[in-house]
């Protein structure tokens, strides 16, 4: 999700409000990864490394970049910066890591 939804709490009803006066549920909305083993494996990730990563700041802009690098995508709209894994990646004879 990139935004929360305001159920009753305070008597709102919204789906996503302006940032301006968005309450902090509506903001701050928090992300799950399941990573298979096979998936570690192949892309060389270290689980302690992705475990250590839990609390940055993210935004939904991380998405995007992210599973990019984790299906292997080449495209130049990648930026690893936005790229939650890739310091936690050691599988560096991936093509696109030349």
Not at 29 to 43: E, F, N, V, Y
Request: aromatic share 8%; glycine share 4%.
């Amino acid at each position: 999700s990139d935004h929360g939804e305001s159920l009753g709490e305070n008597n709102l009803y919204l789906h996503g409000m302006p940032y301006a006066i968005a309450p902090d549920h509506q903001k701050h909305i928090p992300m799950i990864w399941w990573l298979s083993d096979d998936i570690l494996a192949w892309r060389g990730l270290a689980k302690t490394c992705i475990r250590a990563q839990k609390e940055q700041a993210l935004t939904h802009d991380h998405i995007s970049h992210s599973v990019l690098e984790l299906l292997d995508v080449s495209t130049s709209a990648y930026v690893d910066a936005r790229d939650l894994f890739e310091p936690c990646e050691s599988n560096q004879h991936l093509p696109h890591k030349k």
